[in-house]
């Protein structure tokens, strides 16, 4: 995303808060905008597996996810920002995953919920686990655990309310990810290296 | 219910020229088994399920093992050192366990073996007289590779069709795609040194 | 010819396509719903065959949650296999660590302390109220009821999480029984609020049975829809309340009389249609029967140690042999298969999956029906994905 550097503000944060202080609000559309998207994000009514009953458990009445604006899970990914991938990808479910992804309109957002979606967690020796979405769908929060408790996922929503606060309205880049293919032996490609490398192994000499 | 050896006998009455042989199971639980020739197995199924004394019509579980090919040491007195080393063949095996729903009894463990592992593994589907091998064969098919011939709808269940291996082999090869990961396990270090060869010397020490 | 009155094969309801293909009637509609869709219960697929809406075809498509449990527990200790069991039916934890407990203990031989019997027969029979009143909630919620029976039912799985976590640290993975016994001995306090629990479930039962059981919509959307005869439920290998509702009394709990379950006193609900509305009803009754197991487990419940501090755990190695062991979860019969070569690690690890094999006969029992009937059907089923694919 380019975008132009801001010019200095007219009104600085202190002097915001001072006139908020006095009952005066002033604002700018973007805050008012970002506002406003923070606490209606709609996520997607999508489950892969425990992780999705914690999920569930997040919409109910002890925790209720509603509180946060977040109760309205779309069953189409047309209608939803928020793509919270619940439980392990498997191989065979990865491109399902990521065609999701591709069909969300933008602004969109991703978090990663529980260890397998993270990384493929307690499964990450499986031949049909894939080792973390983030191989293939750019993730925002991820929120660990096996399963993360209801109250670890609403901090992640928390998390990423801020996160959406803090961005400035303007053409985000679209980001359609190429979706693999079934192969012989594994999914091709196996990950998107423009989204993830290898992390770097830093090793004492002769180790 | 009957030992497996009277059943092994009742078996044998009726089907003149089956191979049935009985399979002992050396652990505590003592659940011995019968190994069917894959020549009669479809009417000794039929039987089984049918027989007034055992109406097994509950066919509970169905699964793979894999036997690869394996040495063991004999011991033979007339070679040197006494003992003499043999190659038993590999093989696949399929286990059923049947159990009555009708009588309340069960289970009579029942299993088929191929040939080899490669080109002969075709065993007859038990699926025509158990409905509940269904989707239990095509898993066994999927994850081990036996072809059971009756079945009908023989296709991979759990991966996805393009796929050409067998996974749950002994020998299977999973695709190499954890490239790194911080635990001390002996394995995983392992692979993390294939992944990241070490690193050329470097010619001088920059000065701090 | 058929002494046992099973069906051949060929005799089975197979796809009803219709043979005109006219503009008037127009073409046959081929639909796949999953794995991606709110109704399937995570991610099952299913390939459905519509003429307009009624079903002539219905496949289903598995592994999409295929995550490789035998293979990983075949390269695992016995003990390191026990957290992978709760994640197979991830609704019922403590029912597959006990199934792979006792399928250890029988393949080593361990005996179990009398205490700890009584604690898994409480913990089996709380996960067994845990998982019919979610499958209630879930079933009215395919069937249109969106929301209202769900959050009830969760309210009342929140208690008993909280239950469970008090005693095992996790509220899903409690990874709790142990080979001879359990992890942690209830205290009397824990035993208290379980009581207090019991007690009050079965008000709470009153309750969801005055908003769902007369419920004309409940019954206008479940009665007469996915008929599944005894015969066909048995030869699939149907297992659980299924088979019960289809009218056939075969609960492991009785038959096999494992555990301490021979010690109480308890009936076994059977349906008489084999109907969505028998399978909703026998699992409404199971729940009454599983309060008054748990009344009398509790009231009996004796001290002593809940394991025995000698017992193998870490590195255990039983003998070679093998073992296939069974219980009645509140899906159907889980099972394990395990074959021991002496090492450390088992030779061949098998889990018998319920959800799996009760699936055997979703087509013949949606044949015929609505489309929008179908997934009530598959509600009705129970599953849960975690075990379908393993």
């Known amino acids: 995303m380019s975008e132009p550097a801001p010019a200095a503000p007219a009104v600085t944060d202190a002097e915001r808060a001072e006139l908020r202080r006095h009952g005066m609000l002033l604002t700018s559309i973007e805050e008012l905008c970002d506002w406003g998207r923070s606490h209606s ?167 | 219910m009957e030992t497996t050896e009277q059943i092994r006998e009742r078996i044998l009455a009726s089907l003149p020229g089956a191979q049935v042989s009985l399979v002992t199971n050396p652990g505590l639980a003592a659940q011995h088994s019968l190994l069917l020739g894959a020549a009669h197995a479809l009417q000794a199924a039929l039987l089984l399920r049918d027989d007034a004394a055992l109406r097994l019509d509950f066919c509970s579980n169905v699964t793979g093992v894999d036997w690869p090919e394996r040495e063991v040491s004999e011991a033979d007195p007339t070679a040197p050192g006494g003992k003499v080393k043999r190659v038993v063949p590999g093989f696949l095996e399929v286990v059923y366990h049947l159990y009555s729903v009708a009588l309340g009894h069960g289970p009579l463990v029942v299993r088929m073996r191929t040939a080899n592992r490669s080109d002969q593994v075709t065993l007859p589907s038990l699926t025509p007289v158990w409905r509940s091998c269904e989707f239990q064969e095509r898993e066994v098919f999927d994850l081990f590779g036996v072809v059971f011939a009756g079945h009908p709808d023989l296709r991979r269940i759990l991966m996805w069709d393009e796929f050409k291996d067998h996974p749950m082999r002994k020998d299977y090869v999973e695709p190499d795609d954890f490239e790194w990961e911080p635990t001390p396990h002996g394995d995983v270090l392992e692979r993390a040194r294939r992944h990241y060869p070490a690193p050329a010397r470097p010619a001088k020490e920059p000065a701090p | ?263 109480f006193t308890f009936r076994v609900p059977i349906g008489a249609d084999g109907d969505t509305y028998d399978r909703y009803m026998v699992r409404i009754l199971e729940m009454r029967e599983s309060i008054g197991i748990l009344r009398q487990a509790l009231r009996d419940i004796p001290a002593g140690p809940i394991l025995d501090p000698k017992a193998k755990q870490r590195g255990l190695r039983p003998k070679a042999g093998e073992v296939y062991s069974r219980i009645e979860g509140p899906k159907g019969e889980i099972g394990f298969f395990l074959i021991s070569d002496g090492g450390p690690n088992p030779y061949r690890y098998r889990v018998r999956p319920p959800s799996l094999i009760n699936l055997t006969i979703l087509e013949d029992m949606c044949l015929g029906q609505s489309i929008a009937d179908s997934v009530v059907i598959l509600g009705s089923v129970d599953i849960v994905l975690g075990e379908v694919d393993r």
């Open chain 3, 1 to 263: 010819m058929n002494p046992s009155g099973l069906p051949p094969l060929a005799s089975l309801p197979g796809p009803q396509i219709r043979a005109v293909h006219d503009e008037l009637h127009g073409d046959l509609l081929e639909l796949s719903m999953g794995p991606h869709h709110p109704s399937t219960h995570g991610v099952f697929r299913m390939v459905v065959t519509l003429d307009g809406e009624t079903v002539v075809k219905l496949k289903p498509v598995f592994g999409y949650l295929h995550r490789n449990h035998e293979k990983i527990a075949e390269g695992a200790s016995y003990l390191g296999s026990m957290p992978y069991t709760d994640r197979l039916d991830y609704l019922c934890s403590m029912t597959n660590n006990w199934s792979y407990a006792l399928a250890v203990e029988r393949l080593a031989g361990q005996a179990v302390s009398e205490r700890a019997e009584y604690v898994r027969v409480i913990l089996a029979e709380l996960t067994r109220l845990l998982n019919h009143t979610c499958l209630a909630g879930f079933l009215l919620q395919d069937g249109g009821a969106s929301g209202t029976p769900l959050m009830y039912a969760f309210r009342e799985r929140e208690k008993i999480l909280d239950l469970f976590e008090s005693l095992s640290g996790s509220r899903m993975m409690c990874n709790y029984q142990r080979f001879g016994g359990c992890r942690a001995d209830p205290s009397p306090a824990w035993l208290d609020s379980a009581r207090a629990l019991v007690d009050g479930y079965g008000r709470f039962l009153d309750e969801y049975e005055a908003l769902l059981t007369g419920n004309e919509i409940l019954m206008a959307r479940t009665q007469g829809i996915g008929r599944l005869s005894p015969q066909l439920a048995v030869s699939a290998g149907v297992t659980g309340p299924m088979l019960r509702a289809a009218g056939v009394g075969y609960d492991i709990r009785k038959v096999d009389g494992y555990g301490f379950y021979p010690r």
């Open chain 1, 41 to 207: 994000v709609w996520p997607l009514q999508f489950g892969l597996a425990c992780c999705a009953i914690e999920m569930i458990a997040a919409s109910m009445a002890r925790f209720d996810i509603a509180r946060f604006g977040s109760e309205v899970f779309r069953p189409s990914p047309r209608q939803a920002d928020l793509l919270i991938v619940s439980g392990t990808v498997t191989k065979k479910m990865a491109p399902m995953v990521v065609r999701i992804w591709n069909q969300m309109p933008e602004p969109k957002y991703c978090i990663a919920m529980g260890a397998c979606a993270i990384s493929g967690g307690p499964f990450k020796q499986g031949y049909n686990v894939l080792k973390g979405i983030d191989r293939f769908v750019p993730v925002d929060i991820y929120v660990p655990g096996c399963p993360p408790r209801p109250e670890a996922l609403l901090h992640g929503l928390i998390k990423l309310q801020e996160k959406i606060r803090g961005q400035r309205l303007g053409t985000p880049a679209p980001s359609e990810c190429p979706v693999p293919e079934y192969a012989a032996h594994d999914l091709d490609p196996t990950k998107n290296p423009q989204l993830w490398q290898p992390p770097v192994l830093v090793r004492k000499e002769g180790a």
